[in-house]
């Protein structure tokens, strides 16, 4: 069972424009949702992650909206460029050394 | 700082034969960590140790998969015998200890046939 489900699948963006790719969770235990980036051939790298007391954080171009009532959580890519396309995962866990539950992955390509 | 280290990076095999991959943490991460990642998924925890002791292989498929994590270091995982649905790539993961980010190598791609 697929502990987070995440959407859009695939998603092609303009360069300068904002990526939107959004994540849902049932578990209420979760306390750590983290984006990972992964480029073909490579290991996910972490990329941002959040904890359920703040509702928004920021690092450069990347942002991570948080709703815990709606379990519901949001990655924001302003000013996308070519060199963001890659595939990004969200995942949750009970504390971040844990058993990473990962959703099955955006495709994003950054157009010219 | 080296990162963690995977080999082999390409694996095929035949169903039914046996194949084992190697995994080398980041100096001094206590916590290791096998995931699995079948094509178009996210990656699947199949074992985490801390040091050379098992925390969680509640998803690892016991009958054809075995690990170890030998003096706490370098781990190995195992398939035998392999299935069609194995084809994946195996990712490690390792971290300073649990509740730190998780690094990830370059996985090894396996492709059973």
């Known amino acids: 069972q697929q502990q987070v489900k995440q959407s859009p699948q695939s998603l092609i963006v303009q360069k300068g424009g904002i990526s939107i790719i959004n994540c849902a969770y049932e578990n209420t235990a979760f306390d750590y949702f983290p984006w990972y980036q992964q480029f073909p051939g490579k290991g996910p790298a972490l990329l941002i992650a959040i904890r359920p007391d703040v509702s928004e954080k920021k690092e450069g171009r990347f942002t991570i909206s948080f709703n815990k009532s709606a379990k519901q959580f949001s990655l924001h890519i302003m000013d996308s460029q070519p060199g963001d396309s890659a595939t990004y995962f969200c995942?949750?866990?009970?504390?971040?050394?844990?058993?990473?539950?990962f959703g099955k992955g955006t495709s994003l390509l950054v157009t010219p | 700082e080296a990162g963690v280290a995977q080999s082999p990076r390409y694996k095929i095999i035949e169903k039914r034969q046996s194949v084992a991959f190697w995994c080398n943490p980041i100096s001094g991460h206590a916590t290791l960590y096998w995931y699995q990642q079948i094509l178009g998924q996210g990656p699947k925890l199949l074992i985490q140790f801390q040091n050379n002791g098992v925390v969680d292989d509640s998803q690892l498929p016991k009958d054809r998969f075995s690990a170890e994590r030998l003096k706490g270091v370098d781990s190995t995982l195992k398939i035998q015998p392999a299935k069609l649905e194995d084809s994946a790539v195996y990712l490690c993961?390792?971290?300073?200890?649990?509740?730190?980010?998780?690094?990830f190598g370059p996985g090894t791609r396996l492709t059973v046939l």
């Open positions: 993961a390792s971290s300073l200890g649990q509740g730190n980010e998780q690094f």
């Open positions: 995942a949750a866990s009970i504390n971040s050394g844990y058993a990473l539950n």
